[in-house]
């Protein structure tokens, strides 16, 4: 295909996984209603509770996991590839299990409910941050992924990120090498560093890069403690914001034109530039 439609879904996730999963679901409904061949769901969709992440991520171990079955369910339901935010899984790729630490996972599922790609957060957040919470320590909690991760999908070769990936663009230089046409960035950005940082680093990464850049995020008050920034964002290849939504759950869509995307990197042949 050359244009695909593409959705991203904000969301504003609490300590409740149930209704998490309730609000994941609707919206997942609505961009399948409006034409979506994949949705990309924020980072802690399904979860956004610190203390219990070791508590879900053993549950998510297997593919029988909840949150593993409730994306099978929902793609095969709705025809849909979906692209499965983040979730804690207490076991690395090769199986081996974790015992004090989960991985944060972003799991891509195709149109039949497979687990087609998995990609484990490369760089973790842990920093002081002028907000109600303070300081924030991902590591804790966390233990970093070790590897970068391509897949096909219907919209083309698809690179995988995770929020405070966004700031090292050696990243996204390294994925484009592997050839890929878009990146997603499931997201939960403080609104501190959001409102600073957020829309010039993913326009930088789009237009360095010649990618498409899908950004859904967390988007409003997710605990009396913590607000994030929303602002879920698709940035084409030029830079330009096709669609954004500030704050609040909500799904944007948008058409990746792979062959538009061809004109600016032949017009621009930035890549062959290179020289260091």
């Avoid at 929902?74 to 983040?86: E, F, H, N, P, Y």
């Avoid at 233990?143 to 698809?158: C, H, N």
């Avoid at 680093?201 to 994030?228: D, F, K, Y």
């Avoid at 920034?229 to 084409?236: P, S, Y």
Wanted: glycine share 8%; hydrophobic share 40%.
């Amino acid at each position: 295909m050359s244009k695909t439609p593409v959705a991203a879904i904000q969301m504003v996730s609490t300590h409740d996984k149930d209704e998490n999963l309730r609000q994941a679901e609707q919206l997942l409904q609505q961009a399948a209603g409006q034409g979506a061949v994949i949705a990309v769901l924020p980072e802690n969709f399904a979860v956004l509770d610190t203390a219990n992440m070791p508590v879900h991520g053993r549950q998510e171990i297997v593919p029988e996991g909840p949150i593993r079955q409730f994306l099978a369910e929902q793609a095969r339901k709705l025809s849909m590839w979906i692209v499965g935010g983040s979730l804690p899984v207490a076991a690395r790729p090769d199986g081996e299990a974790l015992t004090e630490r989960v991985r944060a996972s972003c799991i891509v599922i195709d149109d039949q409910g497979r687990e087609v790609a998995r990609y484990d957060k490369i760089h973790l957040f842990d920093a002081q941050v002028e907000d109600s919470q303070g300081q924030y320590r991902e590591s804790d909690t966390f233990e970093p992924g070790d590897r970068l991760v391509t897949v096909e999908t219907p919209a083309g070769r698809l690179g995988l990120a995770i929020c405070y990936d966004l700031r090292f663009p050696e990243l996204f230089r390294q994925l484009r090498e592997q050839e890929v046409d878009w990146i997603t960035l499931p997201s939960a950005f403080t609104w501190q560093t959001g409102d600073a940082h957020w829309h010039p680093l993913l326009r930088a990464r789009a237009i360095e890069n010649q990618v498409w850049m899908v950004a859904p995020g967390q988007g409003g008050q997710n605990s009396p403690r913590r607000r994030t920034f929303g602002h879920t964002m698709i940035v084409d290849p030029w830079g330009r914001v096709l669609d954004e939504l500030p704050e609040g759950p909500g799904v944007i869509m948008a058409q990746l034109d792979s062959a538009w995307q061809q004109q600016v990197r032949q017009r621009m042949p930035v890549w062959e530039h290179r020289r260091l």
